[in-house]
């Protein structure tokens, strides 16, 4: 049974065409609609012109084998490879006096490595935790910033580190998280677990820009400006207090969730939440 993330995903790619196609929608599509894109540069001259451009933004996301064969016998042995090996198989009309045979297979994301900006919103964050998963061992300190920014662009994370035995406890951070929609990945640190806690962002509102008054540009008033200002803007920072609090010490009786290595997130209850192509074939 698909999921609903996949359901959209394939609805959607009944509306996309090659010129509407780019490295971040092409995730949505599946190989068949691939072929059927295809088939409309043949009655596109503009389509057929930049045929090379699409293919590369096709590789981008899958796998592209040009299938060869002696025969129509050879052909059949060659498509019974591919398919087993997950391919489509399917003709492809480069021009009006040459047609090729094409293998296309979606490109896995197996490893944290195989995570871009473009892939990172067309996965659940169930298959994000099998990735981590995969590849992990060190928990989230153990990924590159690089790595960390990606997944972050996509994925609201919060990360904590507890005893084995307060991890779970009822009404803890494990809990509300787990009741919030979050997935969650444990990593185990002897006899400590990392608690790593993901959630698909949704989409982010573009910023509106604020445009001035007819009126402001003729001078007539410079407080209409100031006042949609938010409070914070008139705070005078020298007001603030800098000293420095000297740290506390404790032992591991003082150790407890609020107060163990735990990022943090601005939600609405923070002191509950806590965070931290080439040739058109491949070789």
């Known amino acids: 049974m ?78 019974k490879k591919y398919t087993k090996q997950g391919y489509k198989v399917s003709q492809v009309k480069v021009d009006e006096q040459l047609t090729i045979t094409w293998a296309i297979k979606k490109r896995p994301i197996m490893r944290v490595t195989d995570l871009t900006y473009e892939n990172i919103r067309h996965i659940t964050a169930a298959k994000l935790m099998e990735v981590l998963d995969r590849n992990f061992g060190g928990g989230w300190d153990s990924l590159s910033q690089s790595i960390q920014d990606i997944i972050e662009s996509g994925f609201d994370i919060s990360t904590t580190t507890l005893p084995k035995d307060r991890l779970h406890k009822s009404g803890g951070m494990y809990e509300k998280k787990v009741a919030d929609g979050y997935e969650v990945l444990e990593v185990a640190k002897g006899t400590w677990v990392e608690a790593i806690f993901a959630k698909l962002k949704p989409e982010s509102e573009k910023p509106r820009m604020k445009f001035q008054k007819e009126s402001d540009f003729n001078g007539d008033s410079e407080d209409d400006e100031d006042a949609d200002l938010p409070e914070d803007d008139y705070k005078n920072h020298d007001e603030e207090d800098d000293e420095v609090e000297e740290p506390s010490t404790f032992d591991d009786e003082d150790i407890n969730e609020d107060n163990y290595r735990t990022t943090f997130e601005i939600e609405s209850d923070p002191d509950e939440e806590a965070d931290g192509l080439e040739d058109y074939v491949d070789e």
């Open 2 to 79: 698909r999921t609903k993330q996949e359901k959209e995903a394939t609805d959607g790619a009944k509306v996309f065409s090659l010129k509407s196609l780019n490295k971040s929608t092409v995730w949505d599509v599946q190989e068949n609609d691939i072929f059927r894109m295809l088939e409309t540069a043949d009655k596109d001259s503009e389509l057929r012109e930049n045929l090379r451009r699409y293919t590369d933004i096709i590789r981008s996301a899958f796998m592209i084998e040009e299938v060869k064969f002696k025969d129509h016998d050879d052909l059949d042995l060659m498509k």
